[in-house]
């Protein structure tokens, strides 16, 4: 593999607790090359999913942060100007379809459209990525897939994906798991015993029933992982919860009191 790729490969395998069939799917996908949607809420495992996916599979994966500033050349690559003269980079995406790897747009939803549709051409029977600047017009590798993330409910309608976009992927839907699984997940990746993982388990899960009465977005699995962390290191529960689970999510001090009375109901 050459070294521009190389980087990029995973090489320890990361830890990913199944949840359902969706390693299955992933790699039926993958095994014909369509372009993945993940979609789900944040800190719920979609980016530990792919690294885990790309690991599985022995591939390189490439994954770029969306954002509103974010241009088509950013991904597809410009001319930079040095001291010989004028050389062509490739973006992040122009490497990932010329050397075969996982291309992950993460929260593609925040580039700008004009910059999404640089991603069809890659995404339909072509295969293909046009560097118009450059006058190349780049051949996929066999091994190339590409694959979004989306968190629901997070779009307005000024910002959401064009049906024209949408349509170019399946789509697996991510959740926070089962209170058993995602105990066993908090247990795992902190250190906590599983008596103290699942009393965090339940706390996530009273917040997130307070979802759209007064909070935007429950308390999310990388949250209680904070929350975990810290008390592996010995900080007091009801501290290590304030500061990881409450804080954060509100500034409303109803809303605060009634998540400090969810933590204390535990511990
Ligand atoms: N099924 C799982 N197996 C193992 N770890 C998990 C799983 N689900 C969540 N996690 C843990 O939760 C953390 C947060 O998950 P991750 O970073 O994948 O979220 P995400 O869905 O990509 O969020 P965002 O949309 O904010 O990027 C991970 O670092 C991992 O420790
Ligand atoms: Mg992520």
Same mark, same amino acid.
């Given at each position: 593999m050459s070294p521009e790729i190389d980087q990029y490969?995973?090489?320890?395998?990361?830890?990913?607790? =199944?949840?359902?069939?969706?390693?299955?799917l992933y790699e039926a996908a993958y095994s014909v090359r369509m372009p993945m949607m993940l979609k789900g809420p944040t800190g719920c495992g979609k980016t530990r999913f792919i690294e885990y996916m790309a690991w599985k599979l022995g591939k390189p994966l490439i994954t770029v942060a969306?954002?509103?500033d974010m241009t088509a050349s950013d991904l597809v690559g410009r001319f930079l100007l040095?001291?010989?003269? =004028?050389?062509?980079?490739? +973006?992040?995406?122009?490497?990932?379809?010329?050397? +075969?790897?996982?291309?992950?747009?993460d929260e593609v939803v925040e580039a700008r459209q004009d910059t999404t549709v640089v991603i069809h051409p890659l995404t339909?029977?072509?295969?293909?990525?046009?560097?118009?600047?450059?006058g190349e017009l780049v051949q996929a590798h066999p091994d190339f897939q590409i694959v979004i993330s989306y968190n629901p409910g997070y779009q307005s309608l000024m910002k959401?994906?064009?049906?024209?976009? %949408?349509?170019?992927f399946g789509a697996l839907d991510f959740n926070y798991p089962a209170h058993d699984i995602e105990t066993e997940i908090v247990a795992h990746e902190t250190g906590v015993s599983v008596e103290i993982a699942g009393k965090l388990v339940s706390i996530?899960?009273?917040?997130?029933?307070?979802? +759209?009465h007064g909070l935007d977005e429950g308390i999310s699995t990388r949250m209680?992982?904070?929350? +975990?962390?810290?008390?592996? %290191?010995?900080?007091?529960?009801?501290?290590?919860?304030?500061?990881?689970l409450v804080?954060?999510?509100?500034?409303?001090?109803?809303?605060?009191?009634?998540?400090?009375?969810?933590?204390?109901t535990f511990f």
């Open positions: 490969l995973v090489r320890n395998m990361p830890y990913y607790r =199944t949840v359902a069939d969706e390693v299955d969306c954002n509103e040095d001291a010989s003269g =004028t050389r062509w980079q490739d +973006g992040p995406l122009a490497i990932a379809a010329r050397f +075969g790897a996982i291309c992950y747009l339909d029977a072509r295969r293909v990525l046009p560097l118009e600047k450059k959401d994906l064009k049906q024209s976009t %949408k349509q170019r996530a899960e009273r917040a997130r029933n307070l979802k +759209g209680l992982i904070y929350a +975990g962390s810290l008390i592996t %290191k010995g900080v007091e529960p009801l501290a290590a919860c304030h500061m990881t804080r954060p999510i509100t500034d409303d001090p109803d809303m605060r009191d009634a998540l400090d009375a969810a933590v204390s």
